[in-house]
T-cell receptor, first 116, second 111 residues
Framework: NAGVTQTPKFQVLKTGQSMTLQCAQD?????MYWYRQDPGMGLRLIYY???????DKGEVPNGYNVSRLNKREFSLRLESAAPSQTSVYFC???????????????FGNGTRLTVT | QKEVEQNSGPLSVPEGAIASLNCTYS??????FFWYRQYSGKSPELIMS????GDKEDGRFTAQLNKASQYVSLLIRDSQPSDSATYLC???????????FGQGTTLQVKP
């Protein structure tokens, strides 16, 4: 059971470069999320997709775009990377909306991104 | 004011003691509350969820919710060194589906 799979695990970018973080889940979940985690800041929601075909902004969406390619896949794109985007990125999924009963998040293993 | 606030710690307790972790939130419309545990370098994992006022017990863990005071807590009884981790409080924002996390409390259980 793979659960939530993120690629790549590590990435180093130069300022201004672009990249896409990939995420796929095999649990037939409807909702998917992208979070970033910085020291002392906890997890901050970048974008989420409540269901296939919909996306919405989270707490810190600036500098990012997302695509819900299908029910399984939710990608995060950095168009022009900046040092402030150095972080650990987590993708997560849940069967239903996070506000629903008994619909916890399942996390991927994270992507460590460094922008120099 | 942050939507979800936790004391970042570290909270240090001796082995066998009760660890008490606290969290406050600002959105009165929140319906779902979660505690996640995160070991260093790993991804968060769910340990408790609570949806109604009162206490919910699961093994050594008890979650407490007081919606009137906008307060949720996690008690860990008989703390073990393996409980040393960062504990993240998460609260759903209304019915939007967004889950907002606090900054986490680092717990150290000393043998």
């Amino acid at each position: 059971n793979a659960g939530v799979t993120q690629t790549p695990k590590f990435q180093v970018l130069k300022t201004g470069q672009s990249m896409t973080l990939q995420c796929a889940q095999d649990m037939n979940h409807n909702s998917m999320y992208w979070y970033r985690q910085d020291p002392g800041m906890g997890l901050r929601l970048i974008y989420y997709s409540a269901s296939e075909g919909t996306t919405d902004k989270g707490e810190v969406p600036n500098g990012y775009n997302v695509s819900r390619l299908n029910k399984r896949e939710f990608s995060l794109r950095l168009e022009s990377a900046a040092p402030s985007q150095t972080s650990v990125y987590f993708c997560a999924s849940s069967y239903d909306r996070a506000s629903s009963y008994n619909s916890p998040l399942h996390f991927g293993n994270g992507t460590r991104l460094t922008v120099t | 004011q942050k939507e979800v606030e936790q004391n970042s710690g570290p909270l240090s307790v001796p082995e066998g003691a009760i660890a008490s972790l606290n969290c406050t939130y600002s959105d009165r419309g929140s319906q779902s509350f979660f505690w996640y545990r995160q070991y260093s370098g790993k991804s968060p994992e769910l340990i408790m969820s609570i949806y109604s006022n009162g206490d919910k017990e699961d093994g050594r863990f008890t979650a407490q919710l007081n919606k009137a005071s906008q307060y949720v807590s996690l008690l860990i009884r008989d703390s073990q060194p393996s409980d040393s981790a960062t504990y993240l409080c998460a609260v759903s924002r209304g019915v939007t589906g967004k889950l907002i996390f606090g900054q986490g409390t680092t717990l150290q259980v000393k043998p």
